[in-house]
């Protein structure tokens, strides 16, 4: 047995520990720049570091047959970085969505984006175009990508297209309720997030799918992103299958 075989097997076993698998476990990947200034390195440096590890960690949740997975990778709020920092994660992403297929070749994963792609480079959005066509037929895990996404935006967005809605009469007042609203946000037809997983000591949403977290499970480490790991993963979910989701009801 050889040692991918060897790690395979060995995850494998870990999978059976697991109670259950959250259906949806939604990321907040923060912390690259603080990793980099502890090894005395710039703060992009700790940007392609954690680039890198989105894949790892998207490989595994979707050996361990996680349906779907949101990672938070430029908010609204994030333009206010130096130019040269903004640069830079725009030029990781691209090379991420180019790099995706290769990397991530035989996960059967499909990519979406979401947030206002409109204020993306021009080159990046033709780069999303073609990464979520190119992947649309695949039927593994659903690998969303917030980008240029903040939740007030989202939900400002939503509010204007029901206005539009009612203003040209195809919908009626009376009938704006939850499920409309949804169908409005770029996030229509994803179910919400079971496990929020936010890295790096923050505890705080940070205009995070804040409609669709209203009751989600929230789990948070110190571990900064570049250095988490399957094991952090893991127990995460293992702190998930512990939790009584009530909803309001008695569970
Ligand atoms: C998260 O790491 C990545 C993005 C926001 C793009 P940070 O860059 O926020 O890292 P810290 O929080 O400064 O350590
Ligand atoms: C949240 O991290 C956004 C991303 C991880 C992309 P930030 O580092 O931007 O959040 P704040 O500023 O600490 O709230
Ligand atoms: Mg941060």
Known sequence: MGFFDRLFTKKN????????????I????????????????PRNMGHREGSMNIKKIVIFCSKIKVKYLTFYAFSTENWKRPQSEVDALMKLLMEFL?????????????????GDLTA?????????????KFTSSNDGLHLIIALNYGS??????AVKEISKKVKENKLSINDI???QFESCLYTAGIPDPDLLIRTS???????????????????????LWPDVNESHISEAIRDYGKRSRRY????
């Open 152 to 157: 007030r935006l989202e939900m400002l967005h």
């Open 177 to 179: 309720d939850e499920k």
């Open 201 to 223: 000591g923050e505890q705080r949403i940070s205009n995070y799918l804040l409609w669709q977290c209203a009751y989600s499970e929230l789990w948070f480490t110190d571990a």
């Open 248 to 251: 309001g009801g008695l569970g």
């Open 13 to 24: 076993e870990k999978i059976k520990e697991f109670k259950v698998v959250p259906n949806h």
């Open 98 to 114: 180019r790099n995706a297929e290769k990397e991530l070749e035989g996960s059967n994963v499909k990519i979406k984006v979401i």
């Open 120 to 132: 993306l480079p021009e080159e990046l959005q033709k780069e999303i175009a073609r990464v979520e």
């Open 26 to 41: 939604a990321i907040i990947p923060d912390g690259n720049g603080r990793w980099a200034k502890k090894r005395g390195l």
